[in-house]
């Protein structure tokens, strides 16, 4: 049987195996590495805190996660994929309450990045200002 997401190792496998998947992913992989480049562990830091403050309640991230998503080339295909991945990385690992929770969360996240960016997008504001 499989352990819940419990403490901040958990959280550092699961963000770093999910980032490891997308970097070698050939529709999201090109969009995060160009990017990030050589910031990658900027990165996984930023999102262990992320995720330590969502599933610990430990409020170790206070950054504003949806800018840097503003213009992206993305879409609904790129969201899928990505929340494809983050869901097979968090059910190879864990299994209970807190993981479902992860899934739960990255969803919700990811329905309303892709509706802003939409919006912005089609209506041609600028979501930044
Ligand atoms: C196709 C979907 C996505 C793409 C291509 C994407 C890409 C990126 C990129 C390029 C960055 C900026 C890295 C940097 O310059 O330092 C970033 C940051 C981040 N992403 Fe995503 N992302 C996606 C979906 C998501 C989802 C669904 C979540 C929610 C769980 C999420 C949470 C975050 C957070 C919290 C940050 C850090 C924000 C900060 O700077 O404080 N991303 N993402």
Do not use: C
């Amino acid at each position: 049987m499989k352990k819940d997401i419990q403490n901040l190792d958990d959280i550092k496998l699961m963000v770093d195996t999910f980032y490891d998947k997308v970097q070698n992913d050939d529709l999201i992989g090109p969009i995060f590495n160009g990017v990030i480049q050589n910031r990658w562990d900027e990165h996984l830091e930023k999102m262990y805190r992320f995720w330590q403050t969502i599933l610990l309640e430990d409020y170790t991230y206070s950054g504003r996660p949806f800018p840097p998503h503003a213009h992206l080339p993305v879409d609904e295909l790129h969201f899928k994929r990505w929340k494809e991945l983050f869901s097979d990385v968090v059910y190879t690992h864990f299994e209970g309450k807190k993981a479902d929770e992860a899934i739960w969360r990255a969803d919700k996240m990811a329905t309303m990045f892709l509706s802003k960016i939409l919006y912005f997008r089609e209506n041609n504001l600028n979501p930044l200002t």
